[in-house]
């Protein structure tokens, strides 16, 4: 460690105070390294150029760019440590605040002769405040405005109508040989496939998990022909998509925070936080085979909200 | 006005163009309507969709296309497999493979009448039978007690006694489209086995497998036949995209690229996020007490 010098101002020092040497006991050997730093940071920099015209590996950007900048970092704070005149020095600033007289003067001037000047204008200032109470309420519009239109019932419906054909991701129409028992592909409504609403609320998976007709809660009796059963994908906690499904225990779980919902049982969650089944979609088998459906969701999909019924 | 013979051949001209253009507008919208919707991938993975070959007595020895080609165990196996079975497998599956076991406990083990030689070879070729406890929620994974070609002679017996699909698949990556894989995979299989194929828990105590060390044909057996929880996949997926699927796991899952530099497992932003707390800013904790040291 250096010996610390008393805090003297630079001006009161003579030509040579050893305060104004260097730390270096040898600056011309501490110069000569500390230019090969440099030197050497300034390689690292041009081949990081280099690197970044021919599109290298992000690695050798990482690496020659952040050496480059460390090498010329240490040849700085060398140079300011050991080739700067060592100090420590203070520059006392002078007072900033204005004399007592100045401000007593001011304060005169403002308040005993202005104010009496602004007052005489009464109707002035009080459109002034007019305008500016105005101004501050219909500030207030864009807030509300940009809240965007009320959402209606669009939340209780999805593209899924009677007669609707079920197509996979590549809008191939989903056949009742298709799939086998233990079988899941995820459908969309024809045409949909593609648009905002067809990733999101219209997604739905289909499953088979039976090889004739499966009923799973009383009064869905016609719902799963041939053993499919349909469900939204969209969980009912927070809308994450439902897709891992295990065929042995009947089971589509929620990746996001581990709802189980029963296949079997009209997707009742038996675990986690989700607060209600998976709506099922009523689905038929057309007189080609084809899957379709046979209406929309009889509830709104995904997350609750605060009008749902 | 008067009706001249240049009139009408005009009119019928034009009513010729618009009739042909209006039959064919409706016959392309039509041709390009059937393709998508042709169903000839179902039940992908059987004789159902692919050429088909057969022996001196009719049965079923092979079949598939250049993606995949599905192959009956050899014959001449099947008294090797009959003896191994009861050996191996016959305790718990019982000696008519329904699942009853040979001592007559009450226990219910899983049939294997019917259930096709690539499931047999499945389940012993990536070492879950003989299971360590039978019963568990799920078998695990280790190495296999019985060879190639003991596990070809179970799956040879079995099947030659109750019959069924699928059978083993040989998979030909020769020609696969990678994009296409890590597409599929990315829509069929990460949900479970995650984007990095490194595998996840699932709901009761079972788990998605890693896929980083599965052989090429233990992945498209298991994609085909649906192992314990893991779904089928048949009619959604045709060999080709299958085929894909596997070449996807074989070089971007088994052998990632980690631009990075490390890849950390492939578990995700947790351990990430770990190694980025602890020993990045430790890292950098200590450069800073050293600097302020040396100040």
């Known amino acids: 460690m250096t010996e610390h ?118 109707l002035l200032a009080g459109l002034l405040g007019g305008g500016l109470g105005v101004f501050s309420i219909t500030a207030l ?54 648009t905002d609403n067809g990733q999101a609320v219209d997604q739905t998976v289909l499953i088979r998990i039976s090889n004739s007709n499966f009923t799973t809660q009383k009064g869905r009796e016609t719902w799963g022909p041939s053993g499919y059963v349909a469900y939204s994908k969209l969980c009912t906690h927070l809308g994450c998509p439902v897709g891992l499904y295990e065929q042995k225990l009947q089971l589509l779980v929620c990746p996001c925070h581990q709802s189980m919902f029963d296949v079997t049982n009209g997707a009742i969650p038996n675990f986690g936080p989700a607060p209600r089944p998976l709506p099922q979609l009523p689905i038929y088998v057309d007189a080609k085979g084809f899957i379709r459906a046979q209406s929309d969701f009889h509830e709104a999909v995904g997350p609750g909200f605060w009008e749902r019924s | 006005m008067k009706i001249s013979p240049r ?58 296309n250049s993606a995949i080609t599905y192959n009956l165990p050899p014959s001449s196996l099947e008294a090797f497999g009959e003896a191994l079975f009861m050996q191996s497998c016959a305790s718990c599956h019982g000696s008519e493979a329904n699942g009853h076991p040979t001592d007559g406990s009450t226990e219910q083990y899983p049939s294997l009448q019917g259930v096709g030689p690539a499931a047999i070879d499945f389940w012993i070729e990536s070492g879950r039978m003989p299971a360590v406890q039978p019963g568990n929620v799920q078998a695990i994974r280790k190495a296999p007690r019985l060879t190639h070609t003991q596990a070809l002679a179970i ?70 036949t649906g192992p314990g929880n893991m779904p089928r996949f048949t009619g959604n997926l045709s060999d080709a995209q299958v085929r894909d699927i596997v070449a ?31 020993l990045g800013v430790g890292l950098l904790a200590l450069a800073g007490f050293w600097v302020g040291d040396r100040l």
Request: charged share 15%; glycine share 12%.
């Open chain 2, 7 to 64: 009139h009408i051949t005009r009119t019928l001209t034009l009513a010729g163009v618009i009739g042909i253009s209006t039959v064919s507008f409706f016959a392309l919208g039509a041709g390009a309507k059937d393709a998508p919707y042709a169903t000839s991938r179902a039940n992908a993975g059987t004789p159902n969709s692919s050429v088909v070959v057969r022996d001196a007595n009719g049965t079923i020895t092979s079949y598939g």
């Open chain 2, 248 to 278: 996807f796991v074989g070089t971007s899952i088994q052998h990632p690229q980690n631009p990075g530099g490390f890849g950390l497992g492939g578990l995700g932003p947790v351990g990430e996020g770990f190694v980025a707390l602890s």
């Open chain 2, 155 to 224: 799956a040879a017996w079995v099947n030659s006694k109750w019959p069924g699909l699928t059978l083993i698949p040989s998979v030909n990556t020769k020609g696969a489209n990678l994009s296409d894989g890590a597409a599929l995979f990315a829509l069929n299989c990460a949900a479970c086995h995650t984007i990095e194929g490194a595998g996840d828990a699932l709901a009761s105590g079972t788990y998605a497998p890693s896929l980083r060390h599965i052989p090429a044909n233990q992945i498209a057996e298991a994609i085909r």
């Open chain 1, 5 to 122: 010098h008393t805090p003297v101002t630079l001006s009161s020092v003579s030509e040579n105070d050893p305060r104004l040497q260097p730390l270096a006991k040898n600056p011309q050997d501490v110069e000569r390294r500390i230019a090969v730093l440099f030197v050497a940071g300034m390689v690292l920099e041009a081949c990081f150029g280099w690197a970044y015209w021919i599109n290298a590996q992000p690695w050798i950007l990482g690496f020659t760019f952040g050496m480059g900048l460390t090498f010329l970092g240490i040849g700085l704070i060398a140079w300011g440590k050991y080739l700067m005149p060592q100090g420590p020095f203070v520059e006392e600033r002078h007072v900033l605040a204005n004399s007592a007289a100045d401000r007593d003067a001011f304060t005169a001037a403002i308040v005993d002769r202005g104010g009496g000047v602004i007052k005489r204008r009464k």
């Open chain 1, 141 to 194: 519009f864009p807030l509300i405005r940009s809240l965007g239109p009320l959402p209606g019932t669009t939340l209780q419906h999805t593209d899924w109508k009677k007669g609707t054909f079920a197509v996979d991701v590549t809008g191939r129409r989903v056949h009742v040989d298709d799939l086998t028992v233990g079988s899941i592909v995820t459908i969309f409504p024809e045409g949909k496939e593609e």
